[in-house]
């Protein structure tokens, strides 16, 4: 009935207005073409909603929720350091839990001595198994690195962490900035080579690197070491790589890590022991031999 009213319309002003008033003709004609269209569309949504309401609100729910736990949990963004936080579950869990109760899940909770086991410590005290082998070694797959990252493997879990956290990254740093990773898992007869020119101040011994456990990357940034001139950088990671359960394992020289610091040496800790390192303060062999071995605070 609409469009008959149209056509009937349209034909009157075409006999009265089209020879003297062709714009008047043409703008109403226009304007109510455009009415028509909004009217129909306007109609077919009221009644798809009165229809299909409980779906609808189904859908609102489902978008609700996926953007609270995506965007929150994904693309958060610290008021105090402006740096987007990316996906970190158990960190964003427990991050109002007071340290005591983080120390209590990381003595109850972890095990320090298993070849298997990510909180694995290695000195020359503490070795790995010679007959020890990571099974669930894979290839790192990151487009945010500025190196080939599948040239280099770790641990599923200590990889998958490492692509969040090159991610978060280059997004603090606005895209100019990657990671670049110069070493990650060795094979022991790699290491074995290395250690043969290498003072043990510098290179760990077979059986007692972090790399061989398929859990440590040395780290660059834009192809380059991270050193003095790349401050920026390295504190990016000393604020932000516990969030992604990575830990700098050398930060205090030979008297309490063993090693001459090393800032581009990232160890995977696994969840609450990096935050806990992070917040004390503390390197993984100072913790471990106040907390774990001599068993001083317990």
């Known amino acids: 009935m609409i469009?008959?009213?149209?056509?009937?319309?349209?034909?009157?002003?075409?006999?009265?207005?089209?020879?003297?008033?062709?714009?008047i003709f043409i703008f109403l004609d226009l304007t109510l073409y455009?009415?028509?269209?909004?009217?129909?569309?306007?109609y077919y949504i009221k009644v798809y909603m009165k229809k299909n309401?409980?779906?609808?609100?189904?859908?609102?729910?489902?978008?609700?929720?996926?953007?609270?736990?995506?965007?929150?949990?994904?693309?958060?963004?610290?008021?105090?350091?402006n740096i987007p936080w990316v996906y970190?579950?158990?960190?964003?869990?427990?991050?109002?839990?007071?340290?005591?109760?983080?120390?209590?899940?990381?003595t109850a909770n972890m095990d320090f001595y298993s070849d298997t086991?990510?909180?694995?410590?290695?000195?020359?005290?503490?070795?790995?198994?010679?007959?020890?082998?990571?099974?669930?070694?894979?290839?790192?797959?990151?487009?945010?690195?500025?190196?080939?990252?599948?040239?280099?493997?770790?641990?599923?879990?200590?990889?998958?962490?490492?692509?969040?956290?090159?991610?978060?990254?280059?997004?603090?740093?606005?895209?100019?900035?990657?990671?670049?990773?110069?070493?990650?898992?060795?094979?022991?007869?790699?290491?074995?080579?290395?250690?043969?020119?290498?003072?043990?101040?510098r290179c760990a011994n077979p059986w007692t690197s972090e790399h061989e456990a398929g859990l440590a990357l040395d780290l660059g940034v834009n192809g380059w070491n991270i050193k003095a001139w790349s401050w920026k950088y390295y504190q990016w990671l000393i604020d932000n790589a516990h969030l992604y359960w990575f830990h700098n394992s050398y930060q205090k020289w030979m008297e309490i890590d063993g090693k001459m610091v090393e800032p581009w040496h990232w160890r995977y800790v696994w969840t609450w022991l990096a935050t806990l390192l992070h917040d004390r303060w503390q390197t993984f062999s100072e913790y471990f031999y106040e907390n774990i071995e001599n068993k001083s605070n317990f």
């Open 34 to 42: 455009i009415n028509i269209i909004k009217w129909w569309v306007f």
């Open 53 to 81: 309401l409980i779906k609808i609100w189904i859908l609102l729910g489902i978008f609700s929720s996926w953007t609270v736990f995506w965007w929150d949990g994904f693309h958060f963004v610290n008021n105090q350091s």
């Open 117 to 201: 086991s990510f909180q694995k410590f290695l000195d020359d005290n503490h070795p790995l198994s010679q007959n020890y082998e990571a099974k669930d070694i894979v290839k790192i797959n990151s487009d945010f690195t500025s190196n080939r990252s599948s040239n280099f493997m770790l641990r599923k879990k200590a990889a998958e962490m490492f692509e969040w956290m090159a991610r978060a990254f280059s997004n603090a740093f606005e895209f100019k900035a990657k990671l670049t990773i110069n070493s990650a898992r060795r094979s022991q007869s790699f290491q074995r080579q290395l250690s043969k020119n290498c003072s043990n101040a």
């Open 88 to 106: 970190n579950p158990i960190s964003w869990f427990y991050e109002q839990k007071k340290e005591e109760e983080i120390q209590k899940d990381v």
């Open 3 to 23: 469009f008959v009213y149209w056509i009937w319309i349209s034909c009157i002003l075409n006999l009265r207005f089209f020879i003297w008033k062709t714009r």
